[in-house]
């Protein structure tokens, strides 16, 4: 029944803004100094949203003017 990880009772999960898995809270990965608030269950796939987000153009951090 513990084949996979499970959110603990009471504890918020939130979405992971690159690969959309439901990471809890406590142990997301949060980025600090940014405009927006996103989560992400590692590193990884943060440096992965930043990197689309520059190659969209938009939105990216340090992008100047
Ligand atoms: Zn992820």
Do not use: N, Q, W
């Not at 992971?16 to 608030?37: I, N």
Request: aromatic share 6%; charged share 20%; proline share 12%.
């Amino acid at each position: 029944m513990t084949d996979k990880p499970v959110t603990p009772p009471g504890e918020p999960a939130v979405p992971c803004a690159a690969c959309l898995k439901e990471v809890p809270l406590g142990t997301a990965f949060t980025p600090e100094g940014v405009d927006y608030v996103e989560h992400f269950c590692g590193i990884g796939c943060h440096r992965h949203f930043i990197a689309e987000a520059k190659r969209r153009g938009a939105g990216a951090p340090g992008s100047g003017a």
